[in-house]
């Protein structure tokens, strides 16, 4: 690895003070990514600022209708979090699906959203559950959160520090998983809150996207077999050696339905 | 940078380049080559150490986060005081021949002996689970699998003597 030097400031404002100041300087938090990116050389930062010491954005918390999960929450502790599985257990069966139990043990809801990988699990839900994105200086809705392939609404120097979830009726997730790395080929998330249902997809394009036509669908009857014959097209999927387009798309609707099971039995 | 952390029980106190891998950490300055490196990406998991408890990939954890932390490696699981008793954890991988070249044995362990101190009593099905992010190479996965469920059942008998 190329030499950086590496900061540990205890609260918010040192963390954004620092990152402002040191220049070429990047967070890290479960380094779950960033860390293989800097060995492959494909980041080189002069600096790291620890979010690790930060004690206060790990915290896993009821506020009013919504869960709110600091942005340095493990995907571990988003499992065995007593609060998660009885407000949103759905977010608890998506982060035990993460990676493999070491990668669990690092990595952080916060990391996940803010590097926005198209085949991460917890954009799906961020994106399905309507949640906002809670920064250092404001609150993003994840409608204009998630812009692109890796691409956020964030600013340069923006530090998140939780993620708030609207606690939903009901919401289920499914994946179909790579075998090797467990990350989403294909996932969907499906949420029913009050009336309104949303239904995300991640894996499946350059960036997570919502599919109104099963929303609507799901609106009128919340059941499998309302959205059995609904198909996308597969014209901006992506395509690679593990699924080509059509079998993305293809998935899509497989995945739609296992979810809106999940969400029927509660998970 | 200086840290400071507990290293299989003991305080110690290193000067290192912050851009360290523990697994670099480990093995070059610190001797303890117990911890092998197979793939450097996080894939293999052979280089999974125990930090503040959990099982983690000693070789995508930099050597600054250990800075106040816990870590157990391979080497600080048998007799603490200097006997050469391995854990039974380990004594179960020996007795149903739970390795084939032993590559990824202490990463296995380690593994292993998180997710039984985690969950005391898996089934089958947890402990194929819970080694998702261990590769054997010789692909002897069905021996491993019968140590854990053997040394789970170690780790829960109180120990005779000491």
Known sequence: MKSFAFHSPGTVPDAFALLNDVSESKLLAGGMTLLPTIKQRLAEPAALIDLAKIPQLSAITVDGDALVIGAMARHIDVVTSAIVRSKVPMLAHLAAGIGDPAVRNRGTIGGSVANNDPSADYPAAVLALDAIIVTDRREIPASAFFTGLFETSLEPNEIITSIRFPIPSTAGYAKFKSPASRYAVVGVCVAKAGGRVRVAVTGAGPCVFRVPEMETALEARFEPGAIASIKITAARLNSDIHADAEYRAHLVTVMAKKAVAAAIQGL | ?162
């Open chain 2, 1 to 162: 940078m200086i840290i400071k952390f507990t290293l299989n029980g003991r305080s110690r106190k290193v000067d290192v380049e912050p851009a360290t891998p523990v697994t670099d950490l480990l093995r070059e300055t610190l001797n303890l080559t117990g911890t092998h490196v197979g793939c450097d990406t996080s894939q293999c998991g052979a280089c999974t150490v125990l930090f503040n408890g959990d099982a983690v990939k000693s070789c995508t954890l930099l050597a600054p986060s250990l800075d106040g932390a816990a870590l157990t490696t391979i080497e600080g699981l048998s007799g603490s005081s200097g006997s050469n008793r391995l854990h039974p954890m380990q004594e179960a991988f020996h007795e149903n021949h739970g390795l084939q070249c032993g590559f990824c044995t202490p990463g296995m362990v380690m593994t292993a002996v998180a997710l039984v101190t985690r969950n005391p009593a898996p089934t089958e099905a947890e402990v194929r689970h819970g080694l998702e992010g261990n590769l054997c190479r010789c692909t002897g996965y069905q021996n491993i699998v019968a140590s854990v469920m053997a040394g789970a059942v170690a780790m829960n008998e109180p120990a005779i003597g000491e």
